[in-house]
Nanobody, 116 residues
Framework: QVRLVESGGGLVQAGGSLRLSCVAS????????MGWYRQAPGKQRELVAT???????NYADSVKGRFTISNNGARHTVFLQMASLKPEDTAAYYC??????????WGQGTQVTVAS
């Protein structure tokens, strides 16, 4: 079992930056992939970015060039550096992890609001 705790959300002006953090605890040596998803009101949850155990990354087209996902090397903390934020980036951001065995876990979410 893995527990995920996010932090770093808040209110920012368009064009600004925020950094989200997610700390995993529990069976962290079983983690294969960590990432961020987001869900805006009335919309489906969507992938933002992922980072795998080998360090490879994947981004949604809408955030490429603006967001950067990274980990702390020990793979149990993942960061999402968000720059050039737009009002359409406003959403609840959720940390996600997948274990080698296929199990998946979600954090409780952190709100990001970008004011125009």
């Amino acid at each position: 079992q893995v527990r995920l705790v996010e932090s770093g959300g808040g209110l920012v002006q368009a064009g600004g930056s925020l950094r989200l953090s997610c700390v995993a605890s529990g069976s962290i040596f079983s983690i294969d992939l960590m990432g961020w998803y987001r869900q805006a009101p009335g919309k489906q949850r969507e992938l933002v970015a992922t980072i795998s155990s080998d360090g490879s990354t994947n981004y949604a087209d809408s955030v490429k060039g603006r967001f950067t996902i990274s980990n702390n090397g020990a793979r149990h903390t993942v960061f999402l550096q968000m720059a050039s934020l737009k009002p359409e980036d406003t959403a609840a951001y959720y940390c996600h992890t997948r274990l080698y065995a296929g199990y998946t876990y979600w954090g409780q979410g952190t709100q990001v609001t970008v004011a125009s």
